[in-house]
């Protein structure tokens, strides 16, 4: 059970504890299409039953719009994000993802998102899908590939970049009285998060209901409900994490293409839970860690906590 903590904002209570995050591999692709709607399409198809490496295999959201005047094509795009817990998974997700869910996508176009330490395939492993009518280009900066399809032509950059200065796992548990207000604060805490660059929060919406803690008394399961926050059990349990004033947690998960984006995206949701107040949405936060096991990095809520009001 977490130390909760003298250290208040707003009024809302902010455990003396920190979330404990790891290293992933990552990558960013930017999407486009003829319009903003077909573009949110395939991104959203893309990053689809992404939410968690334990069964989906990649982690994955949209990052951010880009304006036509942003995108390689002068069309517009979205930006999105994947993790994973090597380059080889990461790589599988990819080709497999944009091969579904981008090529078949009325329009679209996909390029490199990120300049990495090493080349993944992208148009490179999907060529072949053109049965040798595939036309490779070479631009300046970037080498595309031209396929066939039958609205016309699916431009896809040969390659992104990956980078293995990722890290997942950062988190922030909102507790409330009610349902209602324990909502509200993690969609305002999952809003901020969203406008945060480099950084998702990958959970529908950007919340997770179904936290979960290593291991079960079920052998073979990796993972379980968390019971330390289920408010459900907290008179069934000795070692709840709960006091009688909550009555419902929901948690969110974010993932990083640096350190630093995971602090700042921790910060902003932090800052939104706080700004709401205990009478419309959370009385306390908290965050998961297991003891310094599982990740090396940590992050503090007490350091990225707003400043007191004067």
């Not at 595309?144 to 699916?154: A, K, Q, S, T, Y």
Request: proline share 5%; with cysteine; net charge neutral.
């Amino acid at each position: 059970m977490p130390d909760v903590s003298p250290l208040a904002r707003n009024g809302v209570s902010i455990d003396a504890t920190y979330a404990e995050a790891f290293d992933m591999r990552a990558t960013a692709l930017v999407i486009t299409a003829p319009t903003l709607r077909w573009a949110r399409i395939a991104a959203t198809s893309l990053t689809g039953f992404a939410t968690s490496v334990i069964g989906c295999g990649v982690e994955a959201g949209i990052d951010a719009e880009m304006a036509p005047e942003t995108t390689p094509d002068g069309r517009p795009g979205l930006r999105v994000l994947l993790f994973a817990g090597s380059t080889g998974e990461l790589q599988k997700q990819l080709v497999n993802r944009v091969g579904q869910c981008v090529l078949t996508s009325p329009g679209s176009a996909c390029y490199s998102g990120l300049i990495g330490t090493e080349p993944l395939k992208l148009g490179d492993g999907l060529r072949y899908f053109a049965d040798g009518f595939q036309i490779s280009k070479r631009l300046p900066d970037r080498h595309i590939w031209r396929l066939p399809v039958m609205d016309g032509e699916f431009v896809c950059e040969g390659t992104t970049g990956l980078t293995k200065a990722a890290v997942g796992g950062g988190n922030l548990i909102v507790m409330g009285r009610t349902s209602d207000a324990t909502l509200a604060a993690a969609e305002a805490a999952a809003d901020a998060v969203a406008g945060v660059a480099d950084a998702i929060a990958p959970f529908p919406g950007g919340i997770a209901r179904s936290g979960s803690k290593i291991g079960s008394k079920y052998k073979g399961l990796i993972a379980s409900t968390n019971h330390f926050y289920c408010p459900t059990l907290r008179g069934a349990v000795a070692d709840s994490a709960l006091g009688p004033e909550i009555g419902a947690v929901l948690e969110l998960v974010i993932d990083g293409l640096t350190p630093e984006a995971v602090a700042a995206a921790m910060r902003a949701g932090l800052a939104a839970i706080v700004a709401l107040g205990p009478e419309r949405g959370a009385c306390r936060i908290g965050a998961g860690n297991y003891g310094g096991k599982l990740g090396r990095h940590h992050f503090h809520l007490h350091d990225l906590a707003p400043e007191a009001a004067s």
